[in-house]
């Protein structure tokens, strides 16, 4: 039985996701090194993001491209988590780039790279030979970006009174959204049974402790969870994806096979 | 026999990074393989970073050589075993060095990477021009994803260090 190939999608889709709304720094940072940084950071993403989308195609045959499989799907197919396409500030804010919040960026982050070095080490282990190779990379690169992300999130925690402050009001309105990842979509569960995908839930309390671990030191609290979980990796999106999928696809769209 | 393969590695000895053009393609590990195979020569490199940019440029290049050189060989991306920078070899260390880069410590193998990221930095990085061991990181990330930025506090001067992967 091979990898399901909406699994595939789903780590690709997250990869490439979090790799756009991340570039959106790029000549905008609140300080150069942290332009070069999350610019950095986007690189890799969108480096794993292609590795994968290369193996979905190869095993979608056919016609498939990994160029295909990312500007040529439209948010309804994206199976990213809902998380990562959240503009970088609170709730019920507006688009410009002004408003763009940087505490938003390093909570999710954080979050995300600490799910994501759980989740590439396990799928070292992979019976699909072509994952594993691939997490064996982005292992490495993640880890880069869970300390890039503690490290930030520990000094604006513990920082200024403003920057606890912003820092606390992203980890209320981000946490809630990382529910998602305790639940299994049909294409996770597929990728279970199949022996190439990871159990996440089996993940959770490393995930919770390393997280409370980082919040306690950052001298920020973490909210109780309850309401509705989000359901991005089965392609129910927030309005959010298309405003960013329309900004990443637009070029490619508006000329089909152009090169350059 | 092996006169093709013999070749294509003289072609590519001295091909170098495009981005730190001191140090070659072999020295850092990107070359991996040159082997006969039935269908010919393949030339077989390893990217470091996913998503380094220079990678295509890398390939470019190899193609280049080996078509100026007259040799027909296909070049075949490889993942696995990834890349690590503990390929590099002493002599391309000390290249780095003098070249401002500081070169990257060895990946720390009795951790998992998972511990890794929770472990509080270890050996001091010296500063590749006065060689002061009395540094601090500026920065995770640097002018690329494989480097950081660091300040030596001895000599002023900020530099990279080629970070360990």
Known sequence: MSTPIDYLLHLADNAVVLGQRNAEWCGHGPILEEDLALANVSLDLIGQARLLYQRAAELKGGDATEDKLAYFRDAHEFRNYTLLELPHHGPLVGYAAADRDYATTIVRNFLYSTLMVLVWDKLLQSKDASLAAIAAKSLKETSYHLHHSRDWLVRLGDGTEESHARAQAAVNHLMPYTEEFWTTSPAEGAAVAAGVGIDVWALRPEWDAMVNEALEEATLTRPNFHGYVTEGKVGLHSEHLSYLLGEMQGLARAHPNATW | ?165
């Open chain 2, 1 to 165: 026999m092996s006169s093709n393969v013999d070749k294509v590695w003289a072609t590519l000895e001295h091909l170098t990074d495009p981005e730190i053009p001191v140090v070659t393609l072999r020295e850092l590990g990107i070359l991996r393989d040159v082997r006969e195979t039935a269908d010919g020569v393949e030339v077989v490199i390893t990217p470091t970073y996913s998503g380094c940019p220079a990678m295509g440029q890398i390939e470019d290049d190899v193609r280049a050589s080996l078509e100026q050189a007259g040799i027909a060989a296909r070049v075949i991306t490889q993942l696995a075993p990834a890349w690590t920078t503990d390929w590099m070899s002493d002599e391309a260390k000390e290249k780095l060095r003098k070249y401002g880069i500081a070169p990257p410590h060895h990946t720390p193998s009795d951790v998992s990477v998972v511990k890794f990221v929770r472990r509080a930095d270890t050996a001091p990085v010296a500063c590749p021009l006065c060689g002061s061991s009395n540094t601090v990181v500026t920065s995770q990330f640097g002018s690329t994803a494989c480097k950081a930025l660091y300040r030596c506090l001895s000599c002023q001067e900020p530099f990279d260090y080629f970070k360990p992967y």
